[in-house]
């Protein structure tokens, strides 16, 4: 069986079998990624900005009879959720921008050779 840096340094030499397709990933597969990170992000920021700007909390069991201990932990709450989505849009978005430059070095080589027999019957027991 050979291993991922046989197969990629195969089809990066031009020296894979006929019998495998090898694909190259498209950019609009990155790009896309890299704008559903930013979005993710401007949208997070723009909700913190609005929970910010309006004093608006959203918490379970909020109401305007809740206490202010009550308040303080669900906005604080709210913030640490939008910061983790804010995060995640970065990572996202970094993640596949990195990608897009580098997209000549990724490959997808399916090769189509059958297995190696080794004359074992899989459907035989041990015994």
């Known amino acids: 069986m050979l291993d991922s ?21 498209s950019r609009s597969f990155f790009l896309q990624g890299a704008i559903g990170g930013m979005i993710l992000l401007i949208a997070a920021v723009a909700a913190a900005a609005y929970l910010l700007l309006s004093g608006t909390v959203v918490g379970y069991g909020v109401n305007d ?14 913030l640490v959720v939008l910061l983790a989505f804010a995060i995640g849009g970065i990572v996202l978005m970094v993640g596949r921008l990195r990608s897009l430059g580098a ?25």
Do not use: C, H, K, N
């Open 5 to 25: 840096t046989t197969i990629l340094s195969q089809v990066r030499s031009g020296t894979a079998p006929s019998t495998w397709q090898v694909y190259r990933p």
């Open 65 to 78: 009879f809740s206490p202010d201990g009550v308040l303080t932990f669900w906005f604080i709450a709210d």
């Open 103 to 127: 997209d000549d070095l990724q490959w997808l080589g399916l090769s189509l050779e059958p297995a190696a027999d080794d004359g074992q019957d899989p459907q035989a027991g041990d015994g």
